[in-house]
């Protein structure tokens, strides 16, 4: 034929800039490094995690344990060094212990409600129709309610276990997600990449979940930290109304609960514990911020 | 226009009754149950029968909220057993002091992160937008009881300015707006930390916009591109997320009321589920979720006023 | 000797990456170009050579990540590099104003037309509202815009591109600048409109005294409407000179490169293939000692052009054709690269592969609640058909169903009316789904954004294996060798499999895309626009990609394009259609010359034409299309065709004419009649 080969053969093209970027996931974890915030954030909550994870060998004394003397004095000292609370229980130990309920619960709703909310935002966005319909329209009514509310009621019905808190917590955080896949996989569906699936017969599950799920990453996983900072936040309400995890068992929200009525003479009593909290969630919400940065440059 | 009212509408019906029905459901599903909260833990099964009977809860639970509908479109709302009072005024005074308190803190929040939003985001990465972003990050990451308890201890404790708690009880020596003072202010902090997040992101996307590089190019001066052009396009989509606070306002804020002691709409709405009152849940809920729905499509409406591009 | 409006002088800018260890890329080096009053000056090049960033940099709106490393910008005698913030204000907008690629993204959507235009005289003169009002008025005239008073009022999204481009020309022109920066300003506008603003361009520079840069990617365009030519490469002024001599006697090898892979409406396969640029376009950070074009050239010579860079000197002495060339002398007069090979004849006509019969498709629009339902026609009474190792094109502009009719073939729509065979089997109302693998196989298609057509998340490797697995059954561990095999098919390293799409490049990722769609071995290849996002040098490479494919596998290939120079060298027979229907139809030679259907001769007139010589009789489309549920009830053209006859172009559907060789016109005219109008058409057909 005419035109001559080697006019048309390419060589193989350098991979441009991408090959200085490294490969993998460690590839991507030395991104954060990029990105003050995300670097901080996640700081945050590393430390946070090996202190619970390592809580029976941090904590100096049993979570529960009084030590009687100490009401004499319950200000920060040698023995307790955040203080006791106003039954003698050492806070450093409660907090310690207290991250652990924090860091398990949160993270699982997210996930339940992440899973729960994906699919059905995959599914309304990509089938449309009637299946659409309903659950847009679920969503809608589950977001028009302010959701305290709801944890009220469910809650002071069903009973406050650690189960019914991530399942009330799955139930009222999916619409939002689905929500935000829903409007990912309306902008996917229409990409060229999606019809040539169909054009290969793939079935409706398999372009749902390999072609469009894994280009809605970036957005969602951005939306996990806000959600799991969020759920720290609402698990501290709810100990601090509570309706959260039942006594005596240290739930940072139930300790300002129990002592911030004593501020005006032991404001370290609920001071500890907010601080606590805080810091968690603000290395959610800085994480988030940052992955939301490195996103947005690549 | 009428079109879109009336699917809006019928959206709102549809939602008041899907709520309202599942909150009637699950409070008195079985029968048994209404006639126990209403005697207590100690009665007898022989007494909560006979009460049950007395109360016809024998009866399906369809027929039973369709009369509960019934009366509440008359204004019946029932007796609060925690408050020993109709359910609507028990009502109408929580509610009328968290309005108080929501449009003091509204008439706060809109402006204050009206502003930081847009300084934020006209120049990202920027000093100010660094430092902004920095500001309301942090407020949106403590919770309310948290920045309660943190001000309190500055302002109430260290400094005894202010009073610790606001039960609008005048009695105690401290003048009303000085006890609004701190439920307000840890309600704006909150709330402007999320709010202003989202003006800012709005905000950061329009300036990448071509019709801003134009306004630039046509060498009109800073103020002017923000202004005229940028802050326009950039409150479309904020605007929902603003209305939607007011939700927010209204019942979220249980927590500060808590903290403060303040007689507020949330508060009630906990002492009634903690307490099992459940005429005052079930009409609580109806409000709060009908509130809900009317910001809804106000947020809706507003955004049709903005965007000419919807109106076609 | 007009002064020197504006000079740029051995300019140099750089980008400098986000990341923190990145450090900062040159995109334009040592740049040296002048620019006259009231001259117009064409700086052209492909994708990445820093044309649109030398603009930018003019009025300095380079973002955060550009700055200007080096050089002078001197405006009227100013360096505007380093003027302050009040002068560059004073000046944008009023000495140097700017039209841009994408007009709807450029104009504010939520305030009025008439609002913006007021704006730059009550800035930059303190006009009153009164006085800015009539002079957006006089403007709104000038660059010909039916019904000034109702357009001012108007919102960007209510008007048509064309309308809109016009207002941002009209926006640029309203303070009389003395520059006009026009960035891309017809890209991505429909050929007809392009043809209608180019006219207004060469129209308003007869009354202006506005000097213009225009910057294109297409030498085609800035042929008809500039006195001089830059062409850049890789961030660097390669040649320029005055238009004439640029395409008569270009001197530098990648301006031969660039007009040797220019389809023209003469030419088609048979007789002269197109010559592409070999290679590749290096990323902006690789940078060799010498000629940057030394990689790529054809007459390089090492040692005298891979040592020192090169710079620009005037060519033969005459100062104003510079080229950046040592070897600029030696280089034999231009005449057209005709690729070697035999001019083979067309394929004998056979039975169809692939035809639609009275092929039509209705929209409907339905509101799940509501009673209302809103239908829109995009196609209607379509018959076509294409035959083994054919090539058979769809030309058209936007809104003419083109696409649908692609998705109607491949099975992404059903047809509402009509019939659509492959190979014997009857598909038109049966969706992808619906069909069996066999016909699955059969047909597959190409699609136009090389940007989504790959998904990114998916490796080279697993997308064309993919296709594999699905379409001929194999299994998933005998996939290694059909990758490597296909690669090689599409001149790609095997070793392509296993990057992802980010790390391709736009004419890699369309050589993948037609891997993937040959991965059955189809009988009929649908192509929807696979090359309209490519630069003109991997263009080329495509095309003649595709017609190697064709010749070997005896691909039916279906071209869908709006590039009627593409068409006229790639395909056999073209259809061409307008409002869903087929003006005309028949072998690409007769479609393209006389007699052919009003809409087939105005979209002929409106190609740019690589030939500054070459200004025949214009033909400007005025009116907007018809809105699709405001369909005409006669000829669809008949609201805007410029030989419309009467009421019985309005009224009544109009008759096919059936001509020689199979080809149709569907007009009131007879054809004797049309061929004698259309006899003074000049372009049409000659090479």
């Keep these: 034929m005419s035109t001559p080969v080697t006019a048309d053969v390419l060589t193989v093209s350098p991979p441009a800039a991408s090959r200085r970027?490294?490969?993998?996931?460690?590839?991507?974890?030395?991104?954060?490094?990029?990105?003050?915030?995300?670097?901080?954030?996640?700081?945050?909550?590393?430390?946070?995690?090996?202190?619970?994870?390592?809580?029976?060998?941090?904590?100096?004394?049993?979570?529960?344990?009084?030590?009687?003397?100490?009401?004499?004095?319950?200000?920060?000292?040698?023995?307790?060094?955040?203080?006791?609370d106003h039954l003698g229980r050492d806070i450093l130990s409660r907090i310690v212990w207290g991250a652990r309920p924090v860091l398990v619960i949160a993270p699982l709703a997210v996930l339940g409600a992440t899973a729960l909310g994906s699919l059905l935002g995959l599914a309304a966005g990509y089938k449309r129709g009637w299946i659409d319909l309903v659950v847009t329209r679920s969503c809608d009514i589950v977001l028009s309610f302010p959701v305290i509310i709801l944890y009220m009621i469910i809650l002071t019905h069903f009973g406050s276990s650690a189960w019914n808190i991530v399942g009330v917590l799955t139930l009222t955080k999916a619409p939002i997600i689905a929500r935000i896949?829903?409007?990912?996989?309306?902008?996917?569906?229409?990409?060229?990449?999606?019809?040539?699936?169909?054009?290969?017969?793939?079935?409706?599950?398999?372009?749902?979940?390999?072609?469009?799920?894994?280009?809605?990453?970036?957005?969602?996983?951005?939306?996990?930290?806000?959600?799991?900072?969020?759920?720290?936040?609402?698990?501290?309400?709810?100990?601090?109304?509570?309706?959260?995890?039942?006594?005596?068992?240290?739930?940072?929200?139930?300790?300002?609960?129990?002592?911030?009525?004593?501020?005006?003479?032991?404001?370290h009593m609920a001071l500890f514990p907010c601080a606590a909290i805080s810091s968690l969630v603000v290395g959610f919400n800085l994480l988030a911020v940052g992955l939301r940065e490195i996103g947005l440059r690549d | 226009m009428a079109r879109f009212a009336a699917k809006h509408?019928?959206?709102?019906?549809?939602?008041?009754?899907?709520?309202?029905?599942?909150?009637?459901?699950?409070?008195?599903?079985?029968?048994?149950?209404?006639?126990?909260?209403?005697?207590?833990?100690?009665?007898?099964?022989?007494?909560?029968?006979?009460?049950?009977?007395?109360?016809?809860?024998?009866?399906?639970?369809?027929?039973?909220?369709?009369?509960?509908?019934?009366?509440?479109?008359?204004?019946?709302?029932?007796?609060?057993?925690?408050?020993?009072?109709?359910?609507?005024?028990?009502?109408?005074?929580?509610?009328?002091?968290?309005?108080?308190?929501?449009?003091?803190?509204?008439?706060?929040?809109?402006?204050?992160?009206?502003?930081?939003?847009?300084l934020a985001g006209m120049r990202e990465s920027s000093r100010l937008d660094r430092a902004i972003l920095l500001f309301s990050t942090l407020m949106a990451s403590i919770p309310e009881f948290a920045l309660g308890v943190f001000l309190a201890s500055v302002f109430v404790v260290w400094l005894g300015w202010l009073p610790g708690t606001a039960t609008l009880v005048a009695g105690g020596g401290w003048s009303l707006s000085a006890q609004l003072v701190l439920p307000v202010a840890v309600i704006v902090l909150f709330d402007a930390g999320y709010v202003i997040s989202m003006i800012r992101a709005s905000m950061v996307e329009v300036m990448q916009r071509p019709y801003i590089r134009t306004a630039v190019l046509k060498g009109l001066p800073f103020y002017r591109v923000i202004l005229g052009h940028a802050v326009r396009n950039a409150m479309i989509n904020p605007i929902t997320v603003i209305l939607l606070q007011i939700n927010y306002l209204v019942a979220g804020v249980v927590v500060v009321e808590t903290v403060f002691a303040y007689p507020?709409?949330?508060?009630?709405?906990?002492?009634?589920?903690?307490?099992?009152?459940?005429?005052?849940?079930?009409?609580?809920a109806l409000v709060a979720v009908g509130l809900a729905v009317l910001t809804n499509i106000l947020g809706d409406v507003a955004y049709m006023i903005l965007d000419p591009r919807i109106r076609a | 000797m007009t002064d020197r409006l504006l000079e740029l002088q051995d300019l140099s800018i750089a980008y400098h990456g986000l990341r923190?260890?990145?450090?900062?890329?040159?995109?334009?080096?040592?740049?040296?170009?002048?620019?006259?009053?009231?001259?117009?000056?064409?700086?052209?090049?492909?994708?990445?050579?820093?044309?649109?960033?030398?603009?930018?940099?003019?009025?300095?709106?380079?973002?955060r990540a550009g700055r200007i490393v080096g050089g002078r910008i001197l405006f009227e005698g100013r360096d505007l590099a380093t003027v302050d913030e009040a002068t560059l204000r004073g000046i944008r907008g009023r000495r140097i104003a700017m039209v841009y690629q994408d007009p709807m993204a450029s104009l504010n959507p939520v305030m009025t037309v008439g609002r913006q235009l007021m704006e730059v005289p009550m800035i930059h003169d303190r006009a009153g509202a009164a006085a800015a009002r009539a002079r957006a008025l006089a403007m709104l005239g000038e660059v010909k815009l039916a019904d000034p008073e109702a357009v001012m009022e108007r919102y960007p999204h209510q008007l048509s591109g064309g309308q809109q481009q016009r207002i941002v020309i009209a926006m640029a022109l309203i303070a009389e600048?003395?520059?006009?920066?026009?960035?891309?300003?017809?890209?991505?506008?429909?050929?007809?409109?392009?043809?209608?603003?180019?006219?207004?361009?060469?129209?308003?520079?007869?009354?202006?005294?506005?000097?213009?840069?225009?910057?294109?990617?297409?030498?085609?365009?800035?042929?008809?409407?500039?006195?001089?030519?830059?062409?850049?490469?890789?961030?660097?002024?390669?040649?320029?000179?005055?238009?004439?001599?640029?395409?008569?006697?270009?001197?530098?090898?990648?301006?031969?490169?660039?007009?040797?892979?220019?389809?023209?409406?003469?030419?088609?396969?048979?007789?002269?293939?197109?010559?592409?640029?070999?290679?590749?376009?290096?990323?902006?950070?690789?940078?060799?000692?010498?000629?940057?074009?030394?990689?790529?050239?054809?007459?390089?010579?090492?040692?005298?052009?891979?040592?020192?860079?090169?710079?620009?000197?005037?060519?033969?002495?005459?100062?104003?054709?510079?080229?950046?060339?040592?070897?600029?002398?030696?280089?034999?007069?231009?005449?057209?690269?005709?690729?070697?090979g035999a001019v083979s004849a067309r394929p004998a006509a056979a039975a169809p592969v692939v035809a639609t019969e009275h092929l039509g498709k209705v929209y409907e629009s339905r509101r799940l609640l509501g009673r209302r339902r809103r239908s829109v026609r995009a196609l209607s009474d379509v018959d076509l058909a294409a035959g083994r190792r054919q090539t058979l094109a769809i030309v058209g502009e936007s809104g003419c169903g083109k696409s649908t009719l692609a998705k109607v073939l491949a099975g992404i729509e059903t047809a509402t009316e009509g019939r659509v065979s492959l190979d014997g089997a009857e598909v038109g109302r049966l969706g992808v789904d619906a069909r069996g693998r066999e016909l699955k196989r059969k047909l597959q298609m190409v699609f136009q954004n090389p940007d989504s057509t790959l998904n990114p998340s998916h490796t080279v490797g697993y997308t064309i294996g993919?296709?594999?697995?699905?379409?001929?059954?194999?299994?998933?561990?005998?996939?290694?060798?059909?990758?490597?095999?296909?690669?090689?098919?599409?001149?790609?390293?095997?070793?392509?499999?296993?990057?992802?799409?980010?790390?391709?490049?736009?004419?890699?990722?369309?050589?993948?895309?037609?891997?993937?769609?040959?991965?059955?071995?189809?009988?009929?290849?649908?192509?929807?626009?696979?090359?309209?996002?490519?630069?003109?040098?991997?263009?080329?490479?495509?095309?003649?990609?595709?017609?190697?494919?064709?010749?070997?596998?005896?691909?039916?290939?279906?071209?869908?394009?709006?590039?009627?120079?593409?068409?006229?060298?790639?395909?056999?027979?073209?259809?061409?259609?307008?409002?869903?229907?087929?003006a005309e139809l028949g072998p690409v030679e007769r479609v393209f010359a006389p007699p052919c259907h009003p809409y087939t001769e105005a979209l002929l007139a409106a190609v740019p034409a690589a030939d500054p010589d070459r200004h025949g009789p214009r033909i400007v489309l005025e009116g907007p299309l018809p809105r699709p549920d405001e369909r005409p009830r006669g000829c669809p053209f008949a609201t805007r065709c410029p030989r419309r006859v009467g009421a019985v172009c309005d009224d009544t559907p109009p008759p096919v004419q059936r001509l020689a060789d199979g080809h149709r016109i569907a007009c009131h005219i007879p054809a004797d009649e049309l061929a004698r109008l259309q006899a003074s058409l000049v372009m049409i057909g000659a090479s």
């Excluded at chain 3, 392509?496 to 993937?516: C, D, F, N, T, Y």
């Design chain 1, 21 to 84: 970027r490294a490969r993998g996931w460690w590839g991507r974890v030395a991104r954060l490094a990029d990105s003050t915030p995300a670097t901080v954030g996640a700081a945050l909550i590393l430390v946070w995690v090996v202190v619970a994870a390592l809580a029976p060998l941090l904590a100096p004394y049993a979570p529960n344990s009084n030590d009687l003397a100490a009401l004499a004095s319950t200000t920060p000292s040698r023995a307790h060094w955040l203080g006791t």
């Design chain 1, 181 to 267: 896949v829903r409007g990912l996989t309306l902008e996917l569906r229409e990409r060229e990449y999606v019809a040539a699936a169909k054009m290969r017969g793939e079935s409706s599950l398999y372009i749902m979940l390999v072609e469009i799920l894994p280009n809605a990453r970036g957005p969602l996983i951005v939306d996990m930290c806000l959600r799991t900072g969020y759920n720290i936040i609402i698990i501290g309400v709810l100990g601090f109304l509570g309706i959260g995890l039942p006594p005596p068992d240290p739930d940072w929200g139930g300790m300002v609960k129990d002592t911030y009525g004593m501020m005006m003479v032991w404001p």
């Design chain 2, 9 to 118: 509408l019928v959206f709102l019906l549809l939602t008041l009754f899907v709520v309202s029905f599942l909150v009637f459901a699950l409070n008195e599903f079985s029968p048994g149950d209404v006639a126990r909260k209403e005697l207590g833990a100690y009665a007898t099964q022989d007494q909560v029968d006979a009460l049950t009977k007395r109360l016809r809860l024998d009866r399906p639970l369809l027929v039973r909220y369709a009369e509960y509908l019934g009366k509440a479109a008359t204004g019946d709302l029932g007796y609060s057993a925690r408050f020993k009072a109709p359910v609507k005024a028990v009502i109408w005074k929580h509610l009328a002091n968290t309005a108080l308190l929501a449009a003091i803190a509204f008439a706060c929040i809109v402006p204050f992160s009206m502003v930081l939003g847009i």
């Design chain 2, 264 to 284: 507020g709409f949330g508060r009630m709405m906990l002492e009634a589920a903690l307490f099992k009152d459940i005429a005052l849940i079930e009409a609580g």
């Design chain 3, 20 to 63: 923190r260890r990145r450090g900062e890329t040159r995109v334009v080096r040592g740049l040296d170009l002048t620019l006259h009053a009231g001259e117009a000056l064409g700086l052209v090049g492909e994708s990445g050579c820093g044309k649109s960033t030398v603009a930018l940099s003019i009025v300095r709106y380079l973002g």
């Design chain 3, 177 to 340: 600048p003395a520059l006009l920066i026009m960035d891309e300003p017809t890209t991505g506008l429909d050929v007809t409109v392009e043809a209608a603003v180019l006219n207004l361009v060469r129209e308003l520079r007869r009354r202006i005294d506005s000097a213009i840069l225009f910057i294109s990617h297409n030498l085609a365009t800035v042929a008809g409407v500039c006195d001089r030519i830059g062409v850049m490469y890789r961030g660097e002024l390669v040649e320029d000179g005055p238009v004439r001599r640029i395409f008569s006697d270009p001197r530098h090898p990648y301006t031969r490169g660039l007009l040797d892979c220019l389809p023209t409406l003469g030419r088609d396969k048979r007789q002269a293939p197109l010559v592409p640029i070999p290679g590749q376009l290096e990323p902006p950070h690789v940078r060799a000692s010498g000629c940057g074009f030394a990689g790529r050239c054809a007459d390089v010579e090492a040692g005298r052009c891979t040592t020192r860079p090169i710079p620009l000197a005037a060519f033969d002495g005459e100062a104003t054709h510079r080229v950046a060339c040592v070897r600029a002398a030696e280089l034999p007069v231009y005449a057209r690269r005709r690729g070697d």
């Design chain 3, 466 to 582: 993919r296709a594999l697995r699905r379409l001929r059954d194999r299994a998933p561990g005998d996939l290694a060798g059909g990758v490597a095999r296909l690669l090689e098919v599409v001149r790609l390293s095997p070793e392509m499999a296993a990057r992802m799409p980010r790390q391709l490049s736009g004419g890699e990722k369309q050589r993948v895309a037609i891997a993937r769609a040959l991965a059955g071995d189809p009988d009929v290849v649908v192509a929807d626009e696979p090359v309209s996002a490519l630069d003109v040098s991997v263009q080329a490479a495509i095309i003649n990609l595709l017609t190697e494919l064709q010749a070997a596998h005896g691909t039916t290939l279906v071209f869908i394009s709006h590039d009627l120079s593409v068409v006229r060298y790639l395909a056999d027979h073209v259809a061409v259609m307008y409002l869903g229907t087929v």
